[in-house]
């Protein structure tokens, strides 16, 4: 539920001058609508071993070094790498988020090298006393808002036995389906390489079809049966659970050759599902991917490439060389920025908005500036070009008037502000967990 706005402010000198912040950015970012499937991130939790013990990341992550932490505003493990990565935690795991990619060609390897470059970062990090082994994997794709909860719960009738083929090896547990905000987020256990790519592939072509479905009001597509399927309350979060044996039989266990229920009656091949689930979607991400990243799903769709549960993978180990460029550009300005008459600092980082810190150098005054995830890049480029300097230094010039960012709603336009109320009310309230994992888990019905 979205709470009152309190930040429009009064009329006047910090109004006007807020206003002509966004109109710079507006101009320079050019349209923004609603996004669908246009931004993706991977999340990949790892256990911490010393000495044949696992240890809790949570007693360690506040004695590396990583500079400013809690820049997430409900996150006090969070603390942002140089790629513009997340290093968190996730109960005893350590978790390292990617920033969220834009879905164009050769997207699956700039996100895949990012990812691995963070884990041998970390690896530097906690020493060779300490070891990494991979546990889960999350995909998010960008969703407009509102319709999360109907493309979750698509998921759960369409693409999820397909997307478990191609996001799951041989001792996965199942895969949770979660609507969050601006986002679905597929998790599953720890998978890199090849099989990473190909399912961002196709988690993007899904989430983009859903969209179609859910927002043109299209009905589902013909090819695709109805499966019979049990379904649990998601962990933690709120969300949806299919375990190996969702669909009647173990799916992990018999892979392609899985005879999966059908609602109408009968059974559909998992290897024919697969198919289906890819030809319905396929054309919705085809023209932002590469021909090598299309060709890698077909393969792997068609049988001419394995699926991780086909074959016995060995972890892949952090990859050499620099972070790629991408991350530094926009992502990775974690410390103070200096400009010659403003200086500014982020305060707030997250899915959705980044908030800075702003001062002119000698001035006791303090401003904000919130810049909403799409005009994120074109901050930084006007930054840089000087644009912004005359505006941000004219509002910390002038006398405070009262405007406050406190409300999601105003963090989704850029603008100027005096002060920063609590900054877990800048992010949109989640529905809560229908079971935390104790006791029976309840019915759902999907």
């Known amino acids: 539920m979205g709470r009152p706005v309190r930040s429009t402010g009064r009329p006047g000198e910090g109004a006007e001058g807020s206003r002509r912040f966004t109109e710079l950015l507006e101009v320079a970012a050019g349209p923004v609508g609603p996004v669908t499937g246009q931004l993706v991130g991977v999340e990949h939790e790892y256990q911490v071993w010393r000495g044949g013990r696992r240890e809790d990341f949570r007693t360690v992550i506040h004695h590396l070094g990583l500079g400013q932490p809690s820049l997430h505003p409900t996150d006090p493990y969070a603390y942002r790498l140089g790629s513009g990565s997340s290093l968190t935690c996730d109960g005893y795991e350590a978790e390292i988020a990617t920033p969220p990619e834009p879905v164009t060609a050769g997207f699956t390897g700039r996100v895949e090298r990012g990812a691995r470059a963070d884990r041998g970062h970390l690896v530097g990090l906690i020493g060779p006393d300490r070891?990494?082994?991979?546990?889960?994997?999350?995909?998010?794709?960008?969703?407009?808002?509102?319709?999360?909860?109907?493309?979750?719960?698509?998921?759960?009738?369409?693409?999820?036995?397909?997307?478990?083929?191609?996001?799951?090896?041989?001792?996965?547990?199942?895969?949770?389906?979660?609507?969050?905000?601006?986002?679905?987020?597929?998790?599953?256990?720890?998978?890199?390489?090849?099989?990473?790519?190909?399912?961002?592939?196709?988690?993007?072509?899904?989430?983009?079809?859903?969209?179609?479905?859910?927002?043109?009001?299209?009905?589902?597509?013909?090819?695709?049966?109805?499966?019979?399927?049990?379904?649990?309350?998601?962990?933690?979060?709120?969300?949806?659970?299919?375990?190996?044996?969702?669909?009647?039989?173990?799916?992990?266990?018999?892979?392609?050759?899985?005879?999966?229920?059908?609602?109408?009656?009968?059974?559909?091949?998992?290897?024919?599902?697969?198919?289906?689930?890819?030809?319905?979607?396929?054309?919705?991400?085809?023209?932002?991917?590469?021909?090598?990243?299309?060709?890698?799903?077909?393969?792997?769709?068609?049988?001419?490439?394995?699926?991780?549960?086909?074959?016995?993978?060995?972890?892949?180990?952090?990859?050499?060389?620099?972070?790629?460029?991408?991350?530094?550009?926009?992502?990775?300005?974690?410390?103070?920025?200096?400009?010659?008459?403003?200086?500014?600092?982020?305060?707030?980082?997250?899915?959705?908005?980044?908030?800075?810190?702003?001062?002119s150098p000698g001035r006791p005054r303090l401003g904000f500036a919130c810049v909403p995830r799409p005009y994120l890049a074109a901050f930084y480029g006007t930054l840089d070009r000087g644009d912004l300097d005359s505006t941000i230094g004219a509002y910390l010039n002038g006398d405070p008037t009262g405007r406050v960012l406190a409300d999601p709603g105003a963090a989704e336009h850029p603008g100027l502000y005096d002060a920063l109320g609590p900054r877990h009310l800048l992010l949109t309230d989640e529905p809560p967990p229908a079971w935390d994992g104790s006791g029976p888990a309840p019915a759902v019905a999907v």
């Open 131 to 359: 070891a990494l082994r991979g546990y889960s994997a999350h995909c998010s794709v960008a969703v407009p808002r509102g319709l999360e909860s109907d493309v979750a719960r698509g998921w759960v009738d369409t693409f999820a036995p397909a997307l478990m083929l191609l996001f799951g090896g041989r001792d996965t547990l199942g895969l949770a389906v979660r609507p969050r905000p601006g986002r679905v987020e597929l998790c599953s256990s720890y998978v890199d390489g090849a099989w990473l790519r190909a399912s961002l592939v196709f988690a993007v072509a899904g989430v983009r079809h859903l969209v179609g479905v859910v927002s043109d009001g299209r009905p589902p597509d013909a090819t695709l049966p109805r499966l019979a399927v049990r379904v649990e309350p998601a962990v933690h979060r709120f969300g949806y659970y299919l375990d190996r044996g969702a669909f009647g039989v173990d799916l992990y266990g018999a892979g392609r050759a899985a005879r999966l229920r059908r609602l109408d009656g009968g059974t559909v091949t998992a290897h024919d599902h697969l198919g289906a689930a890819w030809g319905a979607a396929r054309s919705a991400v085809a023209a932002d991917c590469s021909a090598e990243e299309t060709a890698l799903v077909d393969a792997m769709v068609g049988g001419s490439a394995e699926l991780l549960v086909e074959s016995a993978p060995t972890p892949s180990g952090p990859a050499d060389g620099p972070i790629p460029s991408r991350c530094h550009a926009v992502h990775g300005r974690t410390g103070v920025i200096r400009r010659p008459t403003i200086e500014l600092a982020p305060v707030v980082v997250s899915w959705d908005v980044t908030v800075f810190a702003a001062r």
